[in-house]
């Protein structure tokens, strides 16, 4: 796959604001492709797995993120950085103590549906944009507006002929668009939750779109022949075919003059 010629088509189609991006799960920090960036030691400080996103899409950046480099409690317990013999207990009691669940149950409930790697599967995760990619990525995530993301939705039941799940819970959403196609397999629609809002300066305007990098290429001739045949693309084309309403003191002139 040619991943800079897909992300040229991805920016040029949909006229993305940042860089759309892959992510490979890797084993061992060392298997980090060498000009990989990593926040403990570029910045000196301990980050957040979302603005390590916001690093790759903003910055087009490769970025790095092992346990050394985060310091967001949800989500090294999610993707099994944290050390904890329990990650499930413990995101549900976090939940419960912060008040975005009232009770264990529904807590656990919720906890148990993230997607999510056990503690050690996986040692560092590589995120990149599509055009400076080193390693083959196993996930490919879009952050687009609702109109964008919705093009995207179209390719994709063109080419899967299914529609496309949405994962929502408002918090701990890096697993849901990072870990939850690799672990599915399917595309996934994703409103960022809280921390990308706070710590990654996520727009209010911004949903994500991610997918196994597997169907990427799918997704390209979808995004160029889904409803190409009644001129859809983005940005929308409004339709301009209709003579516009006034109020009456408008009409009342308009007849007087003969224009309508």
Known sequence: MDYKAAAGQLKEALRLRTEPFGVAFVKEVADLPE???????????????????TMARVYGWPVGLSRDDLICVPGMLAFGFAPATDPILELAQLFCEVGFHGEMGP???????????????????????????????????????PAQIMRLVQAATFYVGTRVSGDFGGKVECASYLIGPYRHGEIRVVIPGMGDRIFSMTQDDELVVSFPASLLEGLLTGLKEAARKIGARYPITVYQNFSPAFPPPYQERAKKWGII
Do not use: D, M
């Open 35 to 53: 000009k990989t960036r990593r926040p403990s030691q570029v910045f000196g400080k301990k980050v957040t797995i979302c603005q390590g996103v």
């Open 107 to 145: 807590a656990l409930k919720e906890a148990e549906a993230l997607p999510r790697f056990a503690p050690g599967e996986v040692g560092a995760i590589y995120l990149c944009p599509l055009e400076r990619l080193a390693l083959k990525p196993e996930v490919i995530a879009v952050y687009g507006n």
